[in-house]
Protein backbone atom coordinates (compact mmCIF):
# COMPACT_ATOMS: atom_id res chain seq x y z
CA UNK A 1 0.00 0.00 0.00
CA UNK A 2 2.56 1.87 0.99
CA UNK A 3 4.46 1.67 -2.62
CA UNK A 4 1.15 2.57 -4.30
CA UNK A 5 1.09 5.53 -2.27
CA UNK A 6 4.54 6.54 -2.91
CA UNK A 7 4.05 5.74 -6.77
CA UNK A 8 0.95 8.04 -6.79
CA UNK A 9 2.54 10.80 -5.43
CA UNK A 10 5.65 10.53 -7.42
CA UNK A 11 3.04 10.63 -9.99
CA UNK A 12 1.20 13.85 -9.02
CA UNK A 13 4.57 15.69 -8.32
CA UNK A 14 5.66 15.29 -11.84
CA UNK A 15 2.16 16.27 -13.06
CA UNK A 16 2.52 19.68 -10.65
CA UNK A 17 6.07 20.32 -12.00
CA UNK A 18 4.94 19.64 -15.56
CA UNK A 19 1.62 21.92 -15.39
CA UNK A 20 4.06 24.99 -13.67
CA UNK A 21 6.65 24.38 -16.42
CA UNK A 22 3.77 24.79 -18.71
CA UNK A 23 2.45 27.96 -17.01
CA UNK A 24 6.12 29.60 -17.11
CA UNK A 25 6.79 28.47 -20.69
CA UNK A 26 2.89 29.97 -21.70
CA UNK A 27 3.82 32.86 -19.52
CA UNK A 28 7.32 33.61 -21.39
CA UNK A 29 6.01 33.14 -24.98
CA UNK A 30 3.11 35.39 -23.68
CA UNK A 31 5.68 38.77 -22.62
CA UNK A 32 7.27 37.76 -26.01
CA UNK A 33 3.96 37.86 -28.03
CA UNK A 34 3.37 41.03 -26.34
CA UNK A 35 6.65 42.79 -27.52
CA UNK A 36 6.55 41.43 -31.00
CA UNK A 37 5.72 44.90 -32.84
CA UNK A 38 3.57 44.85 -35.92
CA UNK A 39 5.05 43.16 -39.45
CA UNK A 40 4.74 45.22 -42.83
CA UNK A 41 5.04 42.76 -45.98
CA UNK A 42 4.93 44.40 -49.25
CA UNK A 43 3.97 42.55 -52.67
CA UNK A 44 4.23 45.53 -55.22
CA UNK A 45 6.35 47.26 -55.83
CA UNK A 46 8.60 43.54 -55.05
CA UNK A 47 12.08 45.42 -54.08
CA UNK A 48 12.68 48.49 -51.30
CA UNK A 49 14.20 50.59 -54.74
CA UNK A 50 11.60 50.84 -57.62
CA UNK A 51 11.02 52.73 -60.78
CA UNK A 52 7.78 53.97 -62.63
CA UNK A 53 6.60 55.92 -65.64
CA UNK A 54 3.66 56.46 -64.49
CA UNK A 55 2.33 59.47 -61.74
CA UNK A 56 1.25 57.18 -58.85
CA UNK A 57 2.99 53.93 -57.43
CA UNK A 58 0.39 51.29 -57.61
CA UNK A 59 1.31 50.26 -53.53
CA UNK A 60 0.23 46.50 -52.09
CA UNK A 61 0.82 44.68 -48.99
CA UNK A 62 -0.49 42.91 -45.99
CA UNK A 63 0.17 44.38 -42.17
CA UNK A 64 0.24 42.07 -39.33
CA UNK A 65 0.08 42.79 -35.94
CA UNK A 66 -0.14 40.20 -33.09
CA UNK A 67 -2.09 42.51 -30.47
CA UNK A 68 -4.34 44.16 -33.24
CA UNK A 69 -3.14 47.26 -34.87
CA UNK A 70 -4.24 50.80 -33.96
CA UNK A 71 -3.17 52.80 -37.42
CA UNK A 72 -1.07 53.26 -40.42
CA UNK A 73 0.53 55.84 -41.71
CA UNK A 74 1.52 56.31 -45.60
CA UNK A 75 3.81 59.45 -46.10
CA UNK A 76 5.18 60.48 -49.92
CA UNK A 77 8.75 62.95 -49.59
CA UNK A 78 7.45 64.00 -46.28
CA UNK A 79 3.43 65.10 -46.70
CA UNK A 80 1.06 62.10 -45.44
CA UNK A 81 -1.62 60.42 -47.35
CA UNK A 82 -5.23 61.43 -46.83
CA UNK A 83 -7.63 60.01 -49.00
CA UNK A 84 -6.20 60.10 -52.28
CA UNK A 85 -4.39 63.38 -51.73
CA UNK A 86 -1.31 64.59 -49.90
CA UNK A 87 -1.24 66.50 -47.15
CA UNK A 88 1.62 68.15 -44.20
CA UNK A 89 -0.78 67.98 -41.25
CA UNK A 90 0.49 64.34 -39.98
CA UNK A 91 -2.49 61.58 -40.82
CA UNK A 92 -3.26 57.97 -40.48
CA UNK A 93 -6.23 55.31 -41.43
CA UNK A 94 -7.63 54.04 -38.13
CA UNK A 95 -7.64 50.32 -38.12
CA UNK A 96 -9.56 49.85 -34.78
CA UNK A 97 -7.41 46.69 -33.30
CA UNK A 98 -7.90 44.65 -35.93
CA UNK A 99 -4.98 42.22 -36.85
CA UNK A 100 -4.47 41.93 -40.64
CA UNK A 101 -4.57 45.25 -42.81
CA UNK A 102 -4.60 44.83 -46.36
CA UNK A 103 -2.48 47.48 -48.40
CA UNK A 104 -3.81 48.77 -51.73
CA UNK A 105 -3.25 52.22 -52.28
CA UNK A 106 -2.35 54.59 -55.35
CA UNK A 107 0.23 56.80 -54.22
CA UNK A 108 1.12 60.06 -56.19
CA UNK A 109 4.76 60.74 -56.86
CA UNK A 110 6.50 63.53 -58.40
CA UNK A 111 9.33 63.33 -61.39
CA UNK A 112 12.38 62.06 -60.30
CA UNK A 113 13.30 60.66 -56.77
CA UNK A 114 10.55 59.41 -54.36
CA UNK A 115 10.81 58.24 -50.61
CA UNK A 116 7.81 56.04 -49.48
CA UNK A 117 6.88 55.38 -45.82
CA UNK A 118 4.82 53.50 -44.32
CA UNK A 119 3.98 53.31 -40.48
CA UNK A 120 2.02 50.80 -38.59
CA UNK A 121 1.22 51.14 -34.68
CA UNK A 122 0.00 48.50 -32.64
CA UNK A 123 -2.51 48.58 -30.32
CA UNK A 124 0.25 47.87 -27.75
CA UNK A 125 2.05 51.22 -28.88
CA UNK A 126 4.49 49.52 -30.99
CA UNK A 127 5.51 50.20 -34.69
CA UNK A 128 7.05 49.01 -37.23
CA UNK A 129 8.26 51.23 -40.46
CA UNK A 130 8.96 50.52 -43.83
CA UNK A 131 11.12 52.65 -45.97
CA UNK A 132 10.70 52.47 -50.22
CA UNK A 133 12.22 54.73 -52.95
CA UNK A 134 10.67 55.00 -55.85
CA UNK A 135 12.46 56.55 -58.91
CA UNK A 136 9.73 58.33 -61.64
CA UNK A 137 11.10 58.72 -65.15
CA UNK A 138 10.51 62.07 -66.31
CA UNK A 139 9.25 61.00 -70.19
CA UNK A 140 9.79 63.37 -72.75
CA UNK A 141 9.06 63.52 -76.25
CA UNK A 142 11.93 61.07 -78.03
CA UNK A 143 13.05 59.76 -74.58
CA UNK A 144 12.82 55.98 -74.07
CA UNK A 145 12.27 54.50 -70.90
CA UNK A 146 15.53 52.90 -70.87
CA UNK A 147 17.25 56.17 -71.40
CA UNK A 148 15.09 58.28 -68.51
CA UNK A 149 15.86 55.92 -65.91
CA UNK A 150 19.52 53.83 -65.22
CA UNK A 151 19.28 52.16 -62.10
CA UNK A 152 22.39 52.93 -59.57
CA UNK A 153 23.63 50.23 -57.80
CA UNK A 154 26.22 49.94 -55.71
CA UNK A 155 28.56 47.37 -57.41
CA UNK A 156 32.13 48.40 -57.90
CA UNK A 157 34.18 47.10 -60.68
CA UNK A 158 36.98 49.55 -60.74
CA UNK A 159 39.50 47.56 -63.26
CA UNK A 160 36.78 46.31 -65.44
CA UNK A 161 37.63 47.39 -69.23
CA UNK A 162 34.91 48.12 -71.66
CA UNK A 163 34.89 49.09 -75.67
CA UNK A 164 31.72 50.15 -76.42
CA UNK A 165 31.70 50.83 -80.23
CA UNK A 166 28.60 52.64 -82.27
CA UNK A 167 28.89 53.03 -86.21
CA UNK A 168 26.08 54.65 -87.26
CA UNK A 169 27.54 56.65 -90.86
CA UNK A 170 29.57 55.29 -93.25
CA UNK A 171 31.83 56.68 -95.73
CA UNK A 172 30.53 55.12 -98.91
CA UNK A 173 27.33 56.65 -100.23
CA UNK A 174 26.36 53.16 -100.82
CA UNK A 175 26.05 51.92 -97.42
CA UNK A 176 23.01 52.54 -95.59
CA UNK A 177 23.08 54.49 -91.78
CA UNK A 178 22.40 52.42 -88.74
CA UNK A 179 19.64 54.54 -87.24
CA UNK A 180 20.11 54.53 -83.84
CA UNK A 181 23.78 53.27 -83.48
CA UNK A 182 24.95 56.19 -81.63
CA UNK A 183 22.03 56.74 -79.39
CA UNK A 184 22.56 52.74 -78.32
CA UNK A 185 26.13 53.04 -77.93
CA UNK A 186 25.92 55.75 -75.75
CA UNK A 187 23.21 54.15 -73.32
CA UNK A 188 25.33 51.16 -73.27
CA UNK A 189 28.29 53.25 -71.61
CA UNK A 190 25.98 54.94 -69.47
CA UNK A 191 24.96 51.79 -68.06
CA UNK A 192 28.07 50.36 -67.36
CA UNK A 193 29.02 53.34 -65.65
CA UNK A 194 25.80 53.93 -63.48
CA UNK A 195 24.41 49.98 -63.06
CA UNK A 196 27.64 47.83 -63.47
CA UNK A 197 30.00 49.85 -61.60
CA UNK A 198 32.50 50.80 -64.51
CA UNK A 199 35.11 53.30 -64.17
CA UNK A 200 34.36 55.56 -66.77
CA UNK A 201 38.20 56.17 -67.06
CA UNK A 202 38.55 52.75 -68.50
CA UNK A 203 36.09 52.77 -71.11
CA UNK A 204 37.02 52.53 -74.63
CA UNK A 205 33.95 54.36 -76.73
CA UNK A 206 34.24 54.79 -80.61
CA UNK A 207 31.48 56.43 -82.45
CA UNK A 208 32.17 55.75 -86.13
CA UNK A 209 35.81 53.90 -85.98
CA UNK A 210 37.45 53.41 -88.80
CA UNK A 211 39.18 49.87 -89.78
CA UNK A 212 42.92 51.50 -88.37
CA UNK A 213 40.92 52.41 -85.17
CA UNK A 214 39.59 48.94 -84.87
CA UNK A 215 43.09 47.76 -85.24
CA UNK A 216 44.45 49.96 -82.60
CA UNK A 217 42.32 48.76 -80.06
CA UNK A 218 41.79 45.24 -80.62
CA UNK A 219 44.69 44.32 -82.38
CA UNK A 220 46.03 42.61 -86.03
CA UNK A 221 46.61 39.23 -87.11
CA UNK A 222 50.10 39.81 -86.50
CA UNK A 223 50.17 41.56 -83.08
CA UNK A 224 47.16 41.36 -80.49
CA UNK A 225 48.51 43.49 -78.33
CA UNK A 226 46.09 46.38 -78.96
CA UNK A 227 45.03 49.25 -76.67
CA UNK A 228 42.76 46.95 -75.23
CA UNK A 229 45.00 44.30 -74.52
CA UNK A 230 47.13 47.03 -72.68
CA UNK A 231 44.27 48.74 -70.46
CA UNK A 232 43.21 45.74 -68.46
CA UNK A 233 44.73 44.05 -65.83
CA UNK A 234 45.32 40.34 -65.35
CA UNK A 235 42.05 38.93 -63.62
CA UNK A 236 40.08 42.22 -64.73
CA UNK A 237 36.38 41.99 -66.43
CA UNK A 238 36.26 42.89 -69.98
CA UNK A 239 33.39 44.07 -71.94
CA UNK A 240 33.36 44.54 -75.53
CA UNK A 241 29.87 46.11 -77.06
CA UNK A 242 29.48 46.54 -80.73
CA UNK A 243 26.45 48.20 -83.08
CA UNK A 244 26.48 48.72 -86.66
CA UNK A 245 26.37 46.63 -89.78
CA UNK A 246 28.32 43.18 -89.96
CA UNK A 247 28.91 41.58 -93.27
CA UNK A 248 30.40 38.20 -94.79
CA UNK A 249 32.72 37.30 -97.08
CA UNK A 250 30.98 36.01 -100.09
CA UNK A 251 33.60 33.41 -100.62
CA UNK A 252 34.76 32.28 -97.69
CA UNK A 253 31.43 32.89 -95.43
CA UNK A 254 33.51 34.18 -92.91
CA UNK A 255 31.58 37.32 -90.52
CA UNK A 256 33.37 40.63 -90.40
CA UNK A 257 32.75 44.01 -88.55
CA UNK A 258 32.25 46.80 -90.93
CA UNK A 259 34.15 50.19 -89.53
CA UNK A 260 33.10 53.80 -90.90
CA UNK A 261 36.14 53.41 -93.93
CA UNK A 262 34.66 49.67 -95.01
CA UNK A 263 32.92 48.79 -98.69
CA UNK A 264 31.45 45.95 -97.72
CA UNK A 265 31.93 43.83 -101.14
CA UNK A 266 35.67 43.92 -100.31
CA UNK A 267 35.51 43.09 -96.67
CA UNK A 268 37.80 40.76 -96.27
CA UNK A 269 40.40 43.55 -97.18
CA UNK A 270 38.80 46.67 -95.07
CA UNK A 271 36.56 44.83 -92.31
CA UNK A 272 37.88 43.64 -88.90
CA UNK A 273 37.33 39.87 -88.94
CA UNK A 274 35.14 38.39 -86.15
CA UNK A 275 37.43 35.71 -85.64
CA UNK A 276 40.31 37.93 -84.58
CA UNK A 277 37.99 39.73 -82.65
CA UNK A 278 37.53 36.69 -80.54
CA UNK A 279 40.94 35.02 -81.11
CA UNK A 280 42.52 38.49 -79.79
CA UNK A 281 40.68 38.60 -76.43
CA UNK A 282 41.44 35.40 -75.72
CA UNK A 283 45.12 36.05 -75.08
CA UNK A 284 43.67 38.65 -72.35
CA UNK A 285 44.47 37.26 -68.77
CA UNK A 286 40.78 38.58 -67.79
CA UNK A 287 38.36 37.14 -65.20
CA UNK A 288 35.65 37.36 -67.37
CA UNK A 289 34.95 38.32 -71.31
CA UNK A 290 31.68 39.63 -72.40
CA UNK A 291 30.89 40.44 -76.28
CA UNK A 292 27.84 41.51 -77.03
CA UNK A 293 27.38 41.99 -80.86
CA UNK A 294 24.63 43.97 -82.50
CA UNK A 295 24.64 43.60 -86.08
CA UNK A 296 23.84 40.93 -88.58
CA UNK A 297 26.18 38.96 -90.97
CA UNK A 298 23.33 38.05 -93.44
CA UNK A 299 24.55 40.83 -95.95
CA UNK A 300 21.11 42.23 -95.09
CA UNK A 301 20.04 45.13 -93.08
CA UNK A 302 16.76 47.33 -92.05
CA UNK A 303 17.60 49.15 -95.30
CA UNK A 304 18.54 46.65 -97.74
CA UNK A 305 21.28 44.76 -98.78
CA UNK A 306 25.05 45.60 -97.78
CA UNK A 307 26.32 43.55 -100.97
CA UNK A 308 25.71 44.18 -104.57
CA UNK A 309 24.17 41.30 -106.69
CA UNK A 310 24.11 39.20 -103.62
CA UNK A 311 21.27 37.52 -101.94
CA UNK A 312 21.52 37.14 -97.93
CA UNK A 313 23.91 34.54 -96.59
CA UNK A 314 24.21 32.03 -93.83
CA UNK A 315 27.35 32.89 -91.25
CA UNK A 316 28.11 31.68 -87.70
CA UNK A 317 28.91 34.89 -85.86
CA UNK A 318 29.91 32.98 -82.49
CA UNK A 319 33.23 31.97 -82.07
CA UNK A 320 34.41 28.24 -82.53
CA UNK A 321 36.29 27.59 -79.93
CA UNK A 322 39.22 30.14 -78.19
CA UNK A 323 37.48 31.92 -75.54
CA UNK A 324 37.45 31.31 -71.97
CA UNK A 325 34.84 29.12 -70.46
CA UNK A 326 33.96 32.31 -68.45
CA UNK A 327 33.35 33.82 -71.41
CA UNK A 328 29.32 35.36 -72.52
CA UNK A 329 28.60 36.33 -76.16
CA UNK A 330 25.38 37.33 -77.03
CA UNK A 331 24.44 38.47 -80.63
CA UNK A 332 21.16 40.37 -82.06
CA UNK A 333 20.29 37.41 -83.86
CA UNK A 334 21.22 34.47 -86.12
CA UNK A 335 23.37 33.82 -88.86
CA UNK A 336 21.24 34.20 -91.67
CA UNK A 337 18.77 36.62 -89.96
CA UNK A 338 18.54 40.85 -89.92
CA UNK A 339 18.90 42.63 -86.82
CA UNK A 340 15.78 45.03 -86.56
CA UNK A 341 15.04 48.92 -85.12
CA UNK A 342 12.71 49.99 -82.42
CA UNK A 343 11.32 53.13 -83.88
CA UNK A 344 9.33 53.60 -80.87
CA UNK A 345 11.89 53.90 -78.28
CA UNK A 346 14.70 55.03 -81.03
CA UNK A 347 16.84 52.00 -80.27
CA UNK A 348 17.53 48.64 -82.24
CA UNK A 349 15.36 45.85 -80.50
CA UNK A 350 18.21 44.09 -79.43
CA UNK A 351 19.83 46.84 -77.58
CA UNK A 352 16.64 48.01 -76.09
CA UNK A 353 15.74 44.74 -74.66
CA UNK A 354 19.24 44.27 -73.13
CA UNK A 355 19.20 47.36 -71.69
CA UNK A 356 15.63 46.89 -70.25
CA UNK A 357 16.69 43.39 -68.52
CA UNK A 358 19.72 45.14 -66.93
CA UNK A 359 17.07 48.30 -66.10
CA UNK A 360 15.65 45.83 -63.89
CA UNK A 361 12.97 43.95 -65.79
CA UNK A 362 15.07 40.43 -66.62
CA UNK A 363 15.00 40.06 -62.76
CA UNK A 364 12.39 37.18 -63.21
CA UNK A 365 12.43 35.87 -59.78
CA UNK A 366 12.73 39.77 -58.17
CA UNK A 367 15.27 38.73 -56.12
CA UNK A 368 17.42 41.67 -56.61
CA UNK A 369 19.99 39.85 -58.99
CA UNK A 370 19.89 39.48 -62.28
CA UNK A 371 21.80 36.13 -63.94
CA UNK A 372 22.69 35.71 -67.66
CA UNK A 373 20.14 32.94 -67.72
CA UNK A 374 17.43 35.41 -66.71
CA UNK A 375 18.61 38.09 -68.91
CA UNK A 376 18.86 35.77 -71.99
CA UNK A 377 15.17 34.98 -71.56
CA UNK A 378 13.50 38.14 -71.11
CA UNK A 379 15.77 39.30 -74.20
CA UNK A 380 14.93 35.98 -76.54
CA UNK A 381 11.69 36.02 -75.80
CA UNK A 382 10.72 39.64 -76.01
CA UNK A 383 13.49 40.30 -79.45
CA UNK A 384 11.62 37.05 -81.21
CA UNK A 385 8.05 38.59 -80.69
CA UNK A 386 8.24 41.86 -81.60
CA UNK A 387 10.46 41.40 -84.45
CA UNK A 388 7.58 39.28 -85.98
CA UNK A 389 4.91 41.75 -84.34
CA UNK A 390 6.69 44.98 -86.18
CA UNK A 391 8.03 43.06 -89.36
CA UNK A 392 7.03 39.79 -89.55
CA UNK A 393 10.46 37.83 -89.59
CA UNK A 394 12.41 35.77 -87.68
CA UNK A 395 14.66 37.28 -85.00
CA UNK A 396 16.57 35.30 -82.49
CA UNK A 397 19.36 36.32 -80.21
CA UNK A 398 22.21 34.20 -79.51
CA UNK A 399 23.47 34.06 -75.71
CA UNK A 400 26.05 31.92 -75.20
CA UNK A 401 27.64 31.58 -71.54
CA UNK A 402 26.63 30.26 -67.86
CA UNK A 403 23.36 30.87 -66.87
CA UNK A 404 23.91 30.79 -63.11
CA UNK A 405 26.53 34.10 -64.05
CA UNK A 406 25.49 36.89 -61.67
CA UNK A 407 25.35 39.94 -63.98
CA UNK A 408 23.61 42.75 -61.71
CA UNK A 409 23.42 42.70 -57.92
CA UNK A 410 20.73 45.76 -57.46
CA UNK A 411 20.92 45.76 -53.82
Given at each position: VKADNLALYKKRLTETDENKAMAEVQKSMSKVFAQTPPTIGIFSPQRDTAQVNTD???????????RGLDKVVFRVNGKFLRGRKLVRAEAGEPVNGKKNYRIDKNLPLRNGKNEVTIIAYGADGLSARKDIIVEKANLIAGKADVDAYIPKTQMKNTNAVAVVIGVKNYQSSD??????????????????????????????YLINPTYAKLREVFGSETNYRGKLYRFAKKGADVFVYYTGHGAPDVKSREPYLVPADCNPSFV???????????????????????????????????KGMLLAKASPLTVTPLPSGGLSSNAIVMTS????????????????????????????????????????????DY????????ASRFYGRHQYPVIKGNPDKIIVRYK
Open positions: YLRLQGLITGPVPFVEYATRDAKKVKEYLIKTLGYNPQNIISMNGYPLKLLYRNLSKISAKSITVVIDACFSGGSNSKGDEISSWYPDKKHSLFTYFFLKALQGEGDKNSDGILTLGEMKIESNVSYY
